[in-house]
Every structure is written in C-alpha cells, then in structure tokens.
T-cell receptor, first 114, second 109 residues
C-alpha cells in the first residue's frame, strides 16, 4: 500500500488566491482527518470525515476553509481567499475505524501564502 | 471537549540516559492513548499506544504507562540514541484524537 497520498507537497501562493489541497486515504479506511500544524499552535484538527460524511468541523477556523469528501478515495481542503496566517503544514490522516485506532498521516502539504 | 497537556516542551538528554515525557487529559471517556514521533520535516508516525484497560505496555526501549484514575500517561525511552531525537506527541482519544503540544527531544551524543 502506498499510504496516505497528499498533493501538492509544497504550495506557494499570493494572498487572496484560492488554494486546494488534495488527499487520497489508505484504501479500506473509513475515517479521514485534516490537520494543520504550526509552531505556535501545534497540531490542530480541522475536520473529521467518517464514511465520506463530515462529522466534526468545529476546528475549521472560518468560512474561508471548506472540505469535501466526494468518495472514499478522495478528499479536498480548500482555502478561499487565502491569507498569510494560513501558512502552515496541512496533514491528512486516515484510520481504519472511528476512535481507538492508529491514524496514518500523509506526508503533508507545506503552504506558504505571501 | 478533551484537553491534553504535555510536559516538558523541550528535553535534552545524554546518549544512553532515559527520557520521560508526561501527559494529562481531562475527558474520562478517552480510552485510547497513542504516542507519535515526528522527525524534522516528516509526518507524525505512531510509535506505541495503550488502551484504557492496560496500565503499562513496553516495546523494546520504549514503554508507556497509564493511570486512568489520575488521568496521567507517560512515555519512557531508555538507552536513548541520537536517532531518538524528534518531536513526540501524546494524544487521547475516544472518537476524535486530541494531541498534546509536543516535546522536542534532543539526544546529545
């Protein structure tokens, strides 16, 4: 198995532009998580999907952030419009079940908004 | 929701010494406690985990202990090696996984 796949690995964009981050979870995993990691705030959970349905999006910072999971093998996190304070590493993780099991992290997308 | 606190934030030890990282949690419903290691520029990876029905678990040089009554759990690394240098995250989970703020461990050769 290739593990969790994320693209792009690096993204540099200008303030105001739309950014779309992509994730392919491990086949057979029914839970998917998007995290944001910064030095100041650590690892923050943004949103959690179970069986393609968003279950908890309380960590999404504001309306500029949106996430979708149209099928079991693909999810996107979109930021529109982007701001410099959105600069961070965004991780996608998948898990074979809800709660109580290991999360497998993707390699992350390093986003820089200038 | 769950609140996970982790200490210390940084830790330096001499090669061969032991390292201990401690975490507390607030939600008594949490029943799964994983520990992740994140090397510089890499993704977090699970190194060991413990469930609430177990008080201690060991895997070679690493061990975790859990005190459910006090809501404390700890990571112990013995005979540390330079390759143990990384950021370590504890987490507490029932449905969602709540991470601590991380401990940056440096093992000095």
């Amino acid at each position: 198995d290739a593990g969790v796949i994320q693209s792009p690995r690096h993204e540099v964009t200008e303030m105001g532009q739309e950014v779309t981050l992509r994730c392919k979870p491990i086949s057979g995993h029914n839970s998917l998580f998007w995290y944001r990691q910064t030095m100041m705030r650590g690892l923050e959970l943004l949103i959690y999907f179970n069986n393609n349905v968003p279950i908890d999006d309380s960590g999404m910072p504001e309306d500029r952030f949106s996430a979708k999971m149209p099928n079991a093998s693909f999810s996107t996190l979109k930021i529109q419009p982007s701001e410099p304070r959105d600069s961070a590493v965004y991780f996608c993780a998948s898990s074979p079940s809800t709660g109580g099991s290991e999360q497998y992290f993707g390699p992350g997308t390093r986003l820089t908004v200038t | 929701g769950e609140n996970v606190e982790q200490h210390p934030s940084t830790l330096s030890v001499q090669e061969g010494d032991s390292a201990v990282i401690k975490c507390t949690y607030s939600d008594s419903a949490s029943n799964y406690f994983p520990w992740y290691k994140q090397e510089l520029g890499k993704r977090p990876q699970l190194i060991i985990d413990i469930r609430s029905n177990v008080g201690e678990k060991k895997d070679q040089r690493i061990a975790v202990t859990l005190n459910k009554t006090a809501k404390h759990f700890s990571l112990h690394i013995t005979e540390t090696q330079p390759e143990d240098s990384a950021v370590y995250f504890c987490a507490a989970s029932s449905i969602l996984c709540y991470f601590g703020t991380g401990t940056s461990l440096t093992v000095i050769p």
